[in-house]
């Protein structure tokens, strides 16, 4: 891979989203693109650039030192998701990126994918598998588990939050997806709507390397024919409010399963601004429990960038 960033006049593009998580898309198999923080900014600004949340290249993993480091294991992880937020910053992985990402490939003619079989995609956040269904991609996002050590969350919180738009100090709970998340649970819809995403809330304590933050609310009731019903909205770190994400989706299903308690469902829908998710919860291969995700992937748009990006 060339140490210097690539020019991105002329590159090639495509655009898509996942329930409203948008992505601007980039085919780079032999990884000589490289593309910096700024340039990455530039083509995610929704003003003067393309628009996204972020922004995704399609590399061989061989091609990236963390892509190459999951070969070993997982062989047939030949594509790798880099994925960075749209002020540039990367990040570990992206749920409905990830979806996002497996159409993107299709598109392309770069991988085959029959609906019911599965593709191994590598990440920051290691090996996620994907399988096509009849209404998008279903993925294993892997184990989840806590980030702040048991003791922290016998009340069924460990840390708080403050929002503008938000009358007080919250509880939350904070989750780990492969990347951060730190769940508020509201009582009513009234301040999910009423709570200001412009500012990014402050959370005490703060994971290490930030987090993704989303406020829930359950359904009355909660379940109906053995799926959990939540709404949700999300501020992402390096983003801010964006219309849906994934790992968050999975995030705010397991923090108000646990908070439940025995018997709670293992299946749930999660009503985000851009539409809704599906998040199962079942029993993964390393004897840990998994959760996937599960919903459509669009592409919008295909282009190619001017020399005009940076005025």
Known sequence: MTDA??????????KGHGTGNDFVLMADPDGDRLLSPQQIAAVCDRHRGIGGDGLIRA????????????LAAHPGAEWFMDYNNADGSQSEMCGNGVRVFVHF????????????????????AGVKVVSRTDGGYRVDMGPWDFIFPQEARERGADSRVDADGLAGTREALSITMG????????????????????????VSPLPPHGT?????????????????????RVHERGVGETLSCGTGACAAAAAVRFRAGKGAPDD?????????????????????????LSGPAVMVAEGVIADGLFG
Request: net charge negative; no cysteine.
């Open 5 to 14: 960033p690539t020019p991105l006049t002329g590159l090639r593009f495509s």
């Open 59 to 70: 590399v061989r993993s061989r091609h990236v030192p963390e892509g190459a480091a999951l």
């Open 105 to 124: 490939l299709l598109t392309q003619g770069l991988v085959e994918l029959e609906q019911g079989r599965e593709l191994a995609i590598g990440t920051r």
């Open 179 to 202: 990347n951060p998340h730190t769940v508020v649970a509201l009582s009513e819809m009234a301040e999910l709507a009423g709570t200001s995403l412009v500012a990014g809330p402050a």
């Open 212 to 232: 993704n933050v989303e406020f829930a609310v359950r359904n009355e009731p909660l379940e109906s024919d053995g799926v959990g019903y939540i709404s949700m």
């Open 268 to 292: 749930w829908s999660v009503e985000i601004p851009g539409g809704t998710v599906g998040v199962e919860f079942f029993p993964g291969p390393d004897g840990r429990e998994h959760v996937a």
